[in-house]
T-cell receptor, first 117, second 109 residues
Framework: GAVVSQHPSRVICKSGTSVKIECRSLDFQATTMFWYRQFPKQSLMLMATSNEGSKATYEQGVEKDKFLINHASLTLSTLTVTSAHPEDSSFYIC?????????????FGPGTRLTVL | KQEVTQIPAALSVPEGENLVLNCSFTDSAIYNLQWFRQDPGKGLTSLLLIQSSQREQTSGRLNASLDKSSGRSTLYIAASQPGDSATYLCAARDDKIIFGKGTRLHILP
């Protein structure tokens, strides 16, 4: 089946640094990818929709200048957390839809755990 | 605006029992509804996907149903096992995917 990978799986950084998270669809192309954030004991929250060849669409309350999204190709989207602070520590998950045979299935990456010290 | 609600928030049942997890959504114009499992600190594992034209899907001991008109989906787990302990999330898809807050399931050995 379709696979979505994320890199890195875990990252620890100092406050004020920037962190880049990659999301790749390994065996299918995705013109759209989604980025989610999950704080401890809370549900996944959609942050933004990454669109290949155009600007990302951000959800209300998500700072687009802080969470930079680049959909560089049909198989790669990156999320850069700029000037990270401890409150940005979270679990970040991406997903990509694989469309085939009339269905639209979302495939999720394994997630990236970000800890900002 | 789509809202997804899951009841109960937490559930503990003895091993071997059958159980039902509930998911409701406010906007019935969805493409599909998906059930996921999440283990602590891990990503999501997709369990079942029900397209808007379907009524139910089955995989092993799991059965998910969808009633679009009433805005409800249920996940039925038969003969529960300790390994089923996890958080179960449902997600409704229209132009976005909206997740419920999940049900934390604990199967007592």
């Amino acid at each position: 089946g379709a696979v979505v990978s994320q890199h890195p799986s875990r990252v620890i950084c100092k406050s004020g640094t920037s962190v880049k998270i990659e999301c790749r669809s390994l065996d299918f192309q995705a013109t759209t990818m989604f980025w989610y954030r999950q704080f401890p004991k809370q549900s996944l929250m959609l942050m933004a929709t990454s669109n290949e060849g155009s600007k990302a669409t951000y959800e209300q309350g998500v700072e687009k200048d802080k969470f930079l999204i680049n959909h560089a190709s049909l198989t790669l989207s990156t999320l850069t957390v700029t000037s990270a602070h401890p409150e940005d520590s979270s679990f970040y998950i991406c997903s990509a839809p694989s469309r085939g045979q009339g269905s639209d299935t979302q495939y999720f990456g394994p997630g990236t755990r970000l800890t900002v010290l | 605006k789509q809202e997804v609600t899951q009841i109960p928030a937490a559930l503990s049942v003895p091993e071997g029992e059958n159980l039902v997890l509930n998911c409701s959504f406010t906007d019935s114009a969805i493409y599909n509804l998906q059930w996921f499992r999440q283990d602590p600190g891990k990503g999501l594992t997709s369990l079942l996907l029900i397209q808007s034209s379907q009524r139910e899907q089955t995989s092993g001991r799991l059965n998910a149903s969808l009633d679009k008109s009433s805005g409800r989906s249920t996940l039925y787990i038969a003969a529960s096992q300790p390994g089923d302990s996890a958080t179960y999330l449902c997600a409704a898809r229209d132009d976005k995917i909206i997740f419920g807050k999940g049900t934390r399931l604990h199967i007592l050995p």
